[in-house]
Structures are given as structure tokens and as C-alpha cells.
Nanobody
Framework: QVQLVESGGGLVQAGGSLRLSCSAS????????MGWFRQAPGKEREFVTA???????FYVDSAKGRFTISRDDAKNTVYLQMNSLRPEDTAVYYC?????????????????WGQGTQVTVSS
């Protein structure tokens, strides 16, 4: 099993920055990709970004140029640096991990999930 714990959420003004962290513990050697999803009130959970153990990264269009995902495999931690935040980025952000490749944008194919951390961007 793998446990994921997020941290770093909070309240920020539009245009500001936040960095989320997700620490993995347990059988982390099985993890191939780690990513971030978010869910706003009344909306479905949506893909934000993912990074594979091979170094590939993927982003939703709205995050490109503003968000950066990075992995520190020595610390079993993935980070999400979010810049130029907008009110529409407000959501609960979830860290996720999967043991297999491909289909990185599909929430249902991730094996492990964190508890989520709230990000609120005020206008």
C-alpha cells in the first residue's frame, strides 16, 4: 500500500503563488506516475498535472505556463508550484499516484489518493 499526504494549501489573492507538497510512504517503488487533480464545489474532479518516473510531465491547458510539477524521488515527494493564481483555481487539490503508465489524465486509473488540501484564491 501507499499513503499520500498533501500540504501547502491555503488562501491567496489572485496573482499570488502557492506550493503544494505530497509525501508518499509505503511501497513507493511501485509508483510510476504522480499527479494532482482538483475538485471545485459542484464540479467533477479534474486533472491538473502529472509527472512520470521517467521525467515526462503533463498539464491541463489552463495550468500550462502557470503551474509546475516536480518530483524528488529521494524524498518520495511531488510538488506543485502554482503561480499567477486565479479565482477559478479555487478547489480542493488531491495528490494521486498510479502504478502503471498511460492515461495520466484519468482519475479512475490512479491507485492511491491523498486526503486533499484546500486552495482558495480571492479576487
Amino acid at each position: 500500500q501507499v499513503q499520500l499526504v498533501e500540504s501547502g494549501g491555503g488562501l491567496v489573492q489572485a496573482g499570488g503563488s502557492l506550493r503544494l507538497s505530497c509525501s508518499a510512504s509505503g511501497r513507493t517503488a511501485r509508483l510510476y506516475a504522480m499527479g494532482w487533480f482538483r475538485q471545485a464545489p459542484g464540479k467533477e474532479r479534474e486533472f491538473v498535472t502529472a509527472a512520470t518516473s521517467g521525467g515526462s510531465t503533463f498539464y491541463v491547458d489552463s495550468a500550462k505556463g502557470r503551474f509546475t510539477i516536480s518530483r524528488d524521488d529521494a524524498k518520495n515527494t511531488v510538488y506543485l508550484q502554482m503561480n499567477s493564481l486565479r479565482p477559478e483555481d479555487t478547489a480542493v487539490y488531491y495528490c494521486a499516484a498510479k502504478s502503471s503508465g498511460y492515461y495520466y489524465t484519468t482519475a479512475g486509473l490512479y491507485n492511491y489518493w491523498g486526503q486533499g488540501t484546500q486552495v482558495t484564491v480571492s479576487s
